[in-house]
């Protein structure tokens, strides 16, 4: 049986991200077709990218996970360096109708700044440039880390797919990320939008859409004595949480009614405390699932996605979406089924409410909507068909 190594910068059950989630079910989706090898390191928080875990193999579920050391984890250098690229080219940050200028570091500069972001392992590197001829591909997840950025120069373009996580971010628009993208036989996007950023970005590359399933069970809704907006995922600005409780709070001001907001997942910011927001921490899945069968609406505040695999979840529940359109990819979602509402600021968030809180029947369609799309695009025979055709070129 041919082997295939997924490489990604950390793997944990505990871990809530897109990358991660992405890397774990395409290991599961190639298992029985493939010896599958995936190839991490042994951290777990981003903040210094310490070494937790033990390094070293083991077995689960058919996969065989190998964790390695990180020699650089995220230091004060490179918050430096993370300064600079905000001060010299913030004021210019990306828009979807406004291109960046070029951004004029010199290699080395980039490199630096992708090395010491962490996690830089060099046992890792050390691994692929001496035994990437075992592999008939090796899949790299996620564009930003230097797993993916010094794992592509260790291994040659015909053995390396990349599945870049894409959004539309300053780093992204360092020229070091476009130089690595053609590095590789083919690229993997996750959504047509994200291959659109790519194009904007990187040029006309080869590759393909391969998505990944979403989990489509019916659940039983969590029963609530109240309606309530469900929103799952990190609790970080990046993802727009500043900005949803900022909205959700002042529109509880203006708007009296027993809507309350719940949150589940990690808390990498405070969670206002305020009658009306509960937050949950970290949650299992199954409760997760019917929190959002029992939603009135889920909320994805994120501007910044590649797939969203939270958003789709609830969606393959009935539950209609409120999601911010400055994400391209949640604006697709949205469009594309008809199965919720996006906002740009407050007064359509409040529009957005009002409107879908005063019609249980224009819930109830969105909702079925939002399923029939998930079931016509994410289901994984189409998806784990178009991963193998990938890795075999086809």
């Given amino acids: 049986m041919s082997r295939v190594g997924i490489v990604v910068q950390r793997c944990h059950e505990d871990i809530v991200g ?7 079910h395409y290991a599961e989706l190639l298992s029985d077709a493939y010896q599958v090898d995936l190839l991490t390191t042994t951290a777990i928080e981003t903040s210094e990218w310490a070494n937790t875990l033990p390094e070293g193999s083991q077995t689960k579920d058919d996969v065989r996970l190998v964790r390695f050391p990180v020699t ?8 430096g360096l993370n300064r600079r690229l905000l001060e010299e080219f913030g004021p210019i940050a990306p828009t979807r109708t406004q291109e960046v200028p070029h951004l004029d570091w010199t290699v080395a500069l980039q490199e630096d700044f992708i090395r010491h972001q962490g ?40 053995r390396a797919l990349f599945a870049p996580t894409l959004h539309d971010e300053l780093p992204a628009y360092l020229p070091a990320y476009k130089y690595a993208a053609r ?13 659109r950023v790519g ?5 006309d590359l ?7 399933a979403i989990e489509t069970d019916v659940r039983e809704p969590q029963w609530m004595p ?12 990046n993802k727009g949480c500043v900005q949803l409780f900022d909205y959700f709070i002042t529109y509880k001001k203006t708007h009296p009614s027993p809507l309350r907001l719940i949150i589940t997942g990690k808390d990498d910011i405070p969670v206002p405390v305020h009658k009306d927001i509960e937050f949950r921490g970290f949650v299992s899945a199954e409760e997760k699932f019917r929190l959002m ?64 809180s005063a019609n249980e029947n224009l819930l109830t369609n969105m909702g079925q909507r939002g399923r029939d799309y998930v079931l016509s695009r994410y289901q994984t025979d189409a998806v784990k068909k178009s991963l193998i055709a990938a890795i075999e070129g086809e």
């Fill in 18 to 24: 897109g990358s991660e989630t992405l890397a774990w």
């Fill in 72 to 79: 650089i984890g995220r230091s004060v250098y490179w918050s």
């Fill in 119 to 158: 996690p830089y392992s060099e046992p890792l590197l050390r691994y692929l440039n001496e035994n990437w001829r075992d592999y008939r591909a090796l899949i790299f997840i996620t564009y930003l880390y230097p797993t993916t950025y010094f794992g592509l120069q260790q291994v040659p373009a015909s």
């Fill in 183 to 195: 590095r590789v036989r083919e690229i993997v996007w996750l959504t047509a939008a994200e291959q």
């Fill in 199 to 203: 194009q904007k970005l990187w040029g």
């Fill in 206 to 212: 080869p590759g393909r859409v391969v998505a990944m």
């Fill in 226 to 237: 109240v309606p309530y907006l469900l929103y799952s995922g990190r609790v970080d600005p």
């Fill in 293 to 356: 069968s029992g939603a009135m609406m889920f909320v994805s505040p994120s501007p910044n996605e590649s797939f969203s695999i939270v958003t789709l979840e609830a969606m393959a529940q009935n539950t209609p979406v409120l999601a911010n359109d400055a994400s391209t990819v949640l604006a697709d979602h949205i469009k594309d089924s008809g199965a919720g509402r996006v906002y740009s600021d407050y007064q359509t968030f409040t529009n957005a409410l009002n409107e879908l």
